[in-house]
């Protein structure tokens, strides 16, 4: 099964798999019915998750039910209990909009709920992240997930984001990171998609992160709070919920 899901990531566009993936998964759920693990996002259980990953799957990733991937249990858990995100009344951008979020962010009476993409079909605007379509503070919330590794500027997309924020607007903009580099790796120079995959983990990306990205997110304009969220939790509710061990989330905020 772990071998037929990274060839299928690998080898069929991600524009058509978010067309059709989730009737798939539904069959698959009927499968893993159980109460080891919950997803905090549908708030279904299972006995286990569905492996997901492109050149090696990971264990107990993908919530069959939703989609829901670790990172997207985290950040839902993350804006539950250390935001105001489902009672404020906010302006929300989202760009690259995971299925998992769509449905349940625009059935929520308090949001504004705008999503964009370059290509998405799950997308309701057509964006180029670098020329964003919209007004100066305009937004409350921005998210932007796993898109910075894609973009030829990634500072300029930065800047974008926060210029469409309104004044005390917030975003959260995880990506891939290698920890043990401490320098943001990219070079323009390597196109071939092999080489690419090989030095920044995809095809499709043209940077690799480090633990610079923090940084990075400052340079872009941004007040930024590297929060530890999952680090400070209990062991056995991450481990019921599956979800990244490391990752920070970084919170930024247009000061």
Not at 74 to 80: E, P, R
Not at 117 to 124: G, M, N, Q, R, Y
Not at 159 to 186: C, D, F, H
Not at 207 to 236: C, N, P, S, W
């Amino acid at each position: 099964m772990k071998k037929i899901i990274s060839w299928t990531l690998r080898n069929i566009p991600r524009k058509y798999l978010q067309l059709v993936s989730h009737f798939v998964m539904k069959v698959y759920a009927f499968f893993l019915r159980g109460n080891k693990v919950e997803c905090p996002v549908c708030s279904s259980t299972f006995t286990k998750f569905v492996p997901y990953g492109r050149v090696v799957a990971r264990e107990n990733a993908l919530c069959p039910n939703c989609l829901a991937l670790e990172r997207h249990r985290l950040m839902y858990l993350y804006l539950q209990r250390k935001t105001g995100f489902f009672k404020e009344n906010l302006k929300v951008l989202h760009v690259a909009p995971e299925y998992c979020f769509i449905d349940r962010f625009e059935k929520m009476k308090n949001l504004d709920y705008i999503t964009a993409d370059i290509e998405s079909p799950l997308a309701k605007v057509k964006m180029d992240l670098h020329n964003i379509p919209f007004e100066d503070n305009t937004f409350d919330v921005v998210f932007c997930n796993h898109v910075l590794e894609h973009v030829e500027d990634d500072i300029r997309c930065m800047q974008e984001m926060k210029r469409v924020l309104k004044p005390n607007g917030w975003g959260i903009m995880q990506s891939p990171q290698e920890w043990s580099r401490a320098t943001t790796y990219e070079d323009k120079s390597i196109t071939d998609p092999k080489e690419r995959e090989a030095h920044f983990l995809q095809d499709d990306h043209v940077r690799i992160f480090g633990r610079d990205y923090g940084q990075r997110l400052q340079k872009g304009g941004f007040h930024v709070t590297e929060d530890k969220f999952v680090m400070e939790m209990l062991l056995a509710e991450a481990d019921r919920y599956a979800l990244p061990k490391e990752e920070i989330i970084y919170f930024c905020e247009k000061k």
